[in-house]
């Protein structure tokens, strides 16, 4: 019935004393049903990604709208709020959540905030640290190991982060005006966060989106909202809603494959499967892999 259909779906900003409204793309993947999956994507990424979920959602609401006339601070929490009213005025009850990069954020936030609807939480990264403070467990080897590996990472490759959430007001004029300068601050992240190859195709296509809406500027409003309204972990938060992670750890700039016992600091964790390839953008480099892990993590919870 509704299998490929985009519709706009009219919802209220965050803050309730708005009047202004935002439209929300909405990807119905397969005919409505009583229980569903819901994908969210995130910055780098778009819907011409490769789709796996029966309701696509993004991350960035200013991207959507090609626009910064949102002024309310738009961080992981405000985005699971806002799909989990979405999600309810659509309809459903209960339905599952998967995510990767911010979408692994909002996600954990759905499951963690309001649990009561989802189903369970599928995840390719994790983008939430676990609490590490007083209290906390001493970190085993290889989670120092794995912290170790980032820290390196940071090292070579978090520039892009720290101008996004500091900046991004002045390093998206520069890119809007250059389609040289958005195709090299984009495809470089493809290359270096990849273990697996990306058709050329697809990467033109995910450039001529942002430069022909031009919203790469609003995109990265994300990582400023994130920074300065971060969301804090505490020592009593827990996902108690299933969670199944699939590790890809492949990047040709390895960032680290985290430990198990490291996810379980935060997450109720049901089913745990490192890939053998695909990096950070898992779902457009190995869709098959990121697919039939979805499906035989719900069919589980599901039974």
Known sequence: MLQGLTRQVRADLIARERTAGTEVDVIFLRELRAETV?????????????????IEL???IRAAAASDAVEDTINYRAVAGLWHRLMKELGYERYGVGGGDFGAGVAVLMALDDPGPVLGVHLTNMDIYPYLGPGSRPLSPAEEAYLAQQRAWDAVERGYSGIQSTRPQTVGYG???SPAGLAAWIGEKWRSWTGSEVSRDFLLTVLTIYWATRSITSSMRDYYDNRWSAVEIGPTDYVRVPTGLAVFSHERVPE???PREWAERLHNVRRWTPMPRGGHFAPVEEPDLVARDIAAFFAELLG
């Open 58 to 60: 993004g991350t960035d």
């Open 175 to 177: 890119l809007t005006d």
């Open 256 to 258: 680290g494959e985290p």
């Open 38 to 54: 819901i994908g969210v994507h995130a910055w780098e990424r778009s819907i011409r990604r490769t789709l796996l979920f029966d």
